[in-house]
């Protein structure tokens, strides 16, 4: 695990605690694509990853009730919910990484604490626990409308003020990103999102949506790509089935926006992909070679 990230939990923009000393993530054996890792379907260990989802399941049932009760009380100020959301955040998502127990490695953790847009690719489950952990404090994220009926943590979603758009109305949606953009330069906020919109169902890179461009133009806040590896493999779409895959957080340098324009949006977009397909493993870049 690179240290300078976890200290930095307890200073700065992180909350005023770390985590490490409590809940102390196993880190990769090795390098490379894979880490080691070999897939094990014996009933023992099928047995086990039940057990971590249930516990997962419980411990985030926990930490949201409580929360949730803090925030009621903290109704009169939206703009102080979001901040205490994102305690929230770093709370049960690293008790839920502790949980499931993958090794996790972050490389680049001098970008992370910064005012930015940051951007994740999105292949599991696993990807919103690790969001719910590293975004500093002060970060609003933006979710589908629907994200209110997820039983207890859609209810706090709303509590902490965090941004929903319609997609099934593009003009409401590109209204909705215009309010986004005004609520995090006027709060002093930062911004992550997931630029696929959606989460991949086989782990490869989906084409990013132009949401996160639009809010950059309006706020020219500089972008930090997050690319995510394996956890594709760690927990897979669609299945309720835990693997021991070693997980990578990377961070790539901040990109400035200040000259960027308007009729330029879908080179930045190409500009932005390409940047992650180049720092993906084989088995999550595109199958095709045009990512635009």
């Known amino acids: 695990m690179d240290r300078p990230l976890l200290s930095s939990l307890s200073k700065g923009r992180r909350p005023g605690i770390c985590l490490d000393g409590v809940f102390r993530l196993p880190e990769p054996e090795e390098e490379g694509d894979g880490g080691g890792f070999v897939d094990d379907d ?23 009730l409580a929360w949730a009760v803090v925030m009621l009380f903290m109704l009169p100020w939206p703009y102080e919910r979001i901040r205490q959301g994102n305690l929230y955040g770093h709370v049960t998502g690293r008790l839920m990484l502790w949980i499931l127990g993958n090794p996790i490695k972050i490389e680049g953790s001098e970008f992370s ?21 590293l975004s500093p404090i002060g970060t609003v994220s933006i979710a589908k409308k629907e994200i209110i009926w997820y039983p207890l943590f859609g209810q ?13 109305n593009p003009a409401a949606a590109i209204e909705s990103l215009k309010e986004a953009a005004h609520a995090i330069m006027d709060n002093n906020l930062s911004l992550i999102i997931f630029p696929e919109g959606t989460r991949s169902r086989s782990g490869r890179l989906l084409p990013f949506k132009k949401g996160f461009i639009r809010i950059a133009l309006q706020t020219r806040l500089p972008i930090v790509p997050m690319i995510l590896t394996g956890t594709h493999s760690a927990w897979r779409k669609g299945t309720l089935r835990v693997r021991p895959a070693p997980i990578t957080v990377r961070y790539l340098p901040p990109m400035e926006t200040n000259d960027w324009k308007a009729e330029n949006i879908n080179e930045y977009i190409e500009l932005i992909q390409a940047l992650y397909v180049k720092h993906l493993p084989d088995c999550q870049k595109p199958l095709t070679p045009d990512v635009s």
């Open 42 to 64: 014996r009933w023992g260990t099928v047995a086990v990853s039940a057990f971590r989802i249930l516990a997962c399941f419980l411990a985030m049932m926990a930490t949201t």
């Open 113 to 133: 604490d910064t005012r930015a847009i940051f951007i994740c690719n999105h292949a599991s489950p696993i990807d919103i626990f690790l969001v719910m952990w």
């Open 156 to 168: 706090l979603y709303v509590l902490a003020n965090h941004l929903r758009i319609d997609r099934s």
